[in-house]
């Protein structure tokens, strides 16, 4: 059986991948979430409350 | 790598006094019959690695903190030292000494490396949260969760915020409805609604209607524009309060009349002059009441003394109460005096007020001619409240008919009666208030409307913000559960691929495999477990399988986890199983013992079992693996309540036997001879109850004694192995004899017991020393058992012992390699390889023919 390493780890990096696939959610929305993947405050609640999404994206979709 | 050199246990569940496991940094093979101890290491080592039994924990009202104790001592110790000579104790806590030992021990705080008989069905068994909470050690998940639960909130709050707003919203849109007189909306209102509203009631405006609200502004400039050209409406409006002002003031005007004071005062006149005399009422009343109070000689005013005799005192006081009584009139009169003057000030005041508030509106129209009029009017009024004001006493009739001459000259009506046709004439060419009045109220609904939009399109937007935001929000989460799943469930493919290895080794019928475990989509962690029977794959094992498939699937699941957790904790090898291998059926338990040994031979195990057959099973089959010098293979002979398990070797048994016979010189050093001999007795006939297959009478829980076992044993060597008894029958007779002298030391009391001397005792523990030698093989420290050929005799393992049937040729055991050798490798591997041995056979049987 091949070696894990940190499950959590391979979770995120794939979380990621699919957030940058979907077309719905904006790309500051994600570049946010990888800031405070650097920060390690991604299950910070008051953070992601904090994270909005911006007007302009969010009406015309990814740019 | 790090393992267990030894483990001590005192006072902890079976175990009493202090009992040494020995691992000797290798494997444990523990046999013990039931209730002889062999959990109470288990659970000793569970405690002392993650400070808690999980039976015990599990099972309701019972705790290790309560139960983990031994019922009859007060103190637990368990030790465990390391091969690294690392020491773990209870009672210091785990204090690792070196690197490898730390990483060694935080593995071991997760009990996932100990499978007991009865959890063995648990992952099975479980419902789907259940399997999936039974992982999640396997699967630290604990960071990814945190995250999707704060995502969670973030998308709740971000769907509260759109709540709020859209109440907002739909309160906004109800104020419009109302001022605007439509019916009200059961949501949002439209524009189009809105814009329809105010363009009826533009109409009679002639403003045209309105297609959008940004044309509000333009609107209600219309409308402001129409109100312009209707004239200056605040001259007009200010012409019409003058008006106003000047009609309340001849109203107030007209209630100043002298008259209700005038008849008063000259009733209060007239009793003054009738009186002829200053008013002195006040005096008189006091001094009366000072007299009669005080009972003074002397007048209270001027203070002549008087007759002091008290008839002439009352005499005065009738004549001053005589007094009084003619001056009440003019008291009367005095008193309307003053109420008309006050009627006449509050009048008088009103006039003023109202005058004043005239006089301001024509100041602010800049028309002084018209104030400096209004104030010969208002100085007259001044002197005649200052006339009304004085004192009755000081209002003298000339200077009354002065002041009300003087008012009746100032004509006040006529002039003003005058100055309100002058601005009746202005007011005339100004707009009108009925013309006015609908555009004003039109002016401000409009200016209301456009306040109560600008709202709601500021709400809008945070609306339209939040909504945006949960969505978001909602979708990463989505997408985040995606993510852990689909991890999740590749991490299951490869332990499937691992669980479907080891099922294989054990059961290999290919209509019974492709167990998969496979994460429940619809909730956050459940864990479905899918098995092939024949054409119905994906099902569930539970629904076809027997109890033994199902044991060996729980088994391989088990194992298949503890190389997962192997994978992230390399330096942790140890591996317990505790009687697992006596649950699973007959024809599967040597395969299973085979998989363990063979794949599992770089952990370190702890392996137990209760069942004496497949104790010498796994012995041989830890030969054929070739792992047999990684094991030590430890039996618990016997358990008692005080002395808990029984660990001892039959070969220390023996020499201890062999220094108390030395040493007995006193009659209590021979009883303890006798004690020994009697432990090392019961131990050996225990063995050779197993070995000789004796028959005994079927006993609860199996515990035999040396009574039950011995005309057995001794029997059967008389019949069925006399080369065994031919050798030794000085011994057996001896023995056969004085084998009830065990029970001179023993717990009960026997009458004839007491008349047995010291020689008995010390010959019995010598016959029982001589036993042990003919029955146990120093050189390969086995029991001697029945050999595979000729039937009759009986040898130890190696050889060196060996009881030929007489008459008969001895045949030396075959050693393992030269089996091997010659059955060309059938019984290479521990399971019979049955094409080569029926080769093997029938070439014997061709080469014997010949």
Not at chain 2, 98 to 121: F, G
Not at chain 2, 164 to 192: F, K, N, V, W, Y
Not at chain 2, 479 to 492: D, G, S, T
Not at chain 2, 516 to 545: C, I, M, N, Q
Request: aromatic share 6%; proline share 4%; with cysteine.
């Amino acid at each position: 059986m091949a070696r894990v390493v940190s499950i959590s780890e391979q979770i995120i990096d794939r979380w990621f991948v699919k957030l940058k696939q979907d077309d719905t959610v904006p790309e500051k929305f994600v570049e946010g979430l990888e800031l405070l993947r650097k920060q390690r405050r991604l299950s910070n609640l008051d953070s992601l409350r904090r994270l909005q999404v911006s007007a302009e994206e969010g009406e015309n979709g990814r740019h | 790598m790090v393992g267990i050199e030894i483990l001590e246990v005192e006072g902890f569940r079976g175990i009493g006094p202090r009992r040494v496991l020995s691992f000797e940094g290798k494997s444990v093979l523990l046999f013990g019959e039931n209730g002889t101890g062999k959990t109470s290491f288990v659970d000793a080592l569970e405690m002392l690695f993650t400070g808690e039994v999980t039976p015990l924990e599990r099972a309701q009202g019972l705790s290790t903190s309560q139960h983990g104790k031994n019922i009859c001592r007060k103190r637990t110790v368990i030790k465990a030292t390391l091969t690294d000579g690392s020491e773990v104790s209870l009672e210091n806590g785990q204090t690792p000494e070196t690197p490898t030992a730390e990483n060694y021990l935080a593995a071991a705080v997760q009990p996932r490396y100990i499978l007991r008989r009865r959890q063995i069905l648990d992952f099975i068994e479980n419902p789907p949260k259940d399997r999936y909470e039974m992982l999640e050690p396997f699967l630290p998940l604990g960071e990814v969760m945190n995250i999707e639960q704060a995502l969670r909130d973030a998308a709740k709050a971000a769907k509260s915020e759109c709540d709020e707003a859209r109440e907002r919203m739909l309160t906004l849109a109800r104020r419009i409805a109302g001022a605007l007189g439509i019916p009200t909306p059961g949501q949002d209102i439209s524009e189009s609604t809105v814009c329809q509203a105010i363009s009826s009631l533009l109409k009679s405006t002639g403003i045209g209607t309105l297609r959008s609200i940004s044309e509000l502004e333009t609107a209600r400039s219309s409308v402001d524009g129409k109100l312009k050209s209707l004239g200056d409406f605040e001259e007009a409006n200010h012409i019409r309060n003058i008006l106003s002002a000047v009609e309340t003031l001849i109203k107030t005007l007209s209630d100043v009349h002298m008259a209700p004071l005038v008849s008063p005062l000259q009733e209060m006149w007239r009793f003054q002059r009738d009186v002829g005399a200053a008013f002195f009422e006040d005096v008189l009343e006091r001094g009366l009441k000072w007299i009669r109070a005080e009972e003074l000689d002397f007048c209270p005013l001027c203070g002549t003394r008087w007759d002091t005799k008290p008839r002439d005192r009352n005499a005065l006081v009738k004549r001053i109460e005589s007094e009084l009584r003619e001056m009440k009139g003019l008291i009367a009169s005095r008193r309307c005096v003053i109420d008309a003057q006050r009627m006449l000030i509050d009048k008088i005041n009103a006039a003023n007020a109202a005058s004043n508030s005239l006089k301001v509106l024509l100041e602010g129209l800049g028309r002084g001619e018209d104030v400096s009029h209004l104030d010969r009017i208002v100085a007259s009024l001044g002197s005649l409240r200052d006339i009304t004001q004085c004192r009755p006493d000081e209002m003298s009739p000339d200077k009354l008919h002065v002041v009300t001459d003087a008012w009746d000259d100032v004509r006040w009506e006529p002039s003003l009666r005058e100055l309100a046709q002058r601005y009746e004439q202005v007011s005339a060419s100004l707009p009108k208030l009925e013309d006015v009045e609908p555009l004003t109220r039109l002016y401000g609904l409009l200016g209301q409307i456009q306040e109560l939009w600008g709202e709601r399109e500021s709400v809008l937007k945070t609306l339209e913000e939040a909504t945006r935001d949960h969505e978001v929000k909602r979708r990463a989460l989505l997408r985040a559960e995606e993510a852990r799943k689909e991890v999740v469930q590749e991490l299951f493919k490869k332990l499937d691929k691992e669980i479907n290895n080891l099922y294989k080794r054990i059961d290999s019928d290919p209509e019974r495999g492709n167990i998969r475990l496979e994460l429940r989509e619809a909730t956050r962690g459940g864990v479905r477990l899918w098995k092939k029977f024949y054409d119905h794959d994906g099902s569930d094992p539970r629904a076809y399988e027997n109890d033994a498939r199902l044991d060996c699937l729980g088994l391989s699941i088990f194992l298949a986890l503890r190389r997962f957790y192997r994978d992230e904790h390399s330096d942790f090898n140890l591996l317990v199983l505790d009687d697992v291998l006596t649950s699973i059926d007959t024809q599967h338990t040597v395969a299973v013992a085979e998989l363990i040994l063979k794949e599992f031979a770089d952990y370190q195990i702890l392996l137990t079992t209760h069942d004496r057959i497949w104790y010498e099973h796994l012995r041989d089959i830890q030969a054929r693996c070739g792992v047999k010098s990684r094991f030590v293979n430890k039996a618990i002979h016997n358990w008692t309540l005080t002395e808990g398990p029984d660990l001892s070797e039959p070969d220390d048994e023996s020499s201890h036997l062999e220094r108390l016979i030395a040493d007995a010189s006193s009659p209590e050093s021979v009883q303890d001879a006798a004690g020994a001999a009697g432990r090392l007795l019961e131990h050996i006939l225990q063995e050779m109850r197993y070995s000789l297959r004796l028959s005994v009478q079927a006993k609860r829980e199996e515990r035999y004694g040396i009574g039950e076992i011995w005309p057995s044993f001794y029997k059967k060597a008389q019949g069925r192995y006399p080369g065994l008894y031919q050798k030794c029958q000085g011994t057996l007779d001896a023995l056969n004899i004085r084998w009830p002298i065990r029970n001179w030391v023993g717990a009960h009391f026997n009458d004839w017991a007491s008349r047995v001397g010291n020689q008995d005792g010390l010959n019995f523990a010598r016959s029982v020393g001589a036993l042990f030698k003919c029955v146990f093989c120093d050189e390969c420290r086995r029991f001697i058992q029945p050999s595979m050929a000729p039937a009759g005799q009986l040898s130890c393992r190696c050889g060196h012992l060996l009881y030929p049937v007489p008459g008969k040729e001895a045949v030396k055991p075959v050693s393992r390699e030269d089996l091997v050798k010659a059955s060309a490798g059938a019984f290479k591997d521990a399971r019979l390889d049955t094409e080569l041995y029926l080769r093997w056979k029938r070439e014997e049987a061709v080469a014997e023919s010949n």
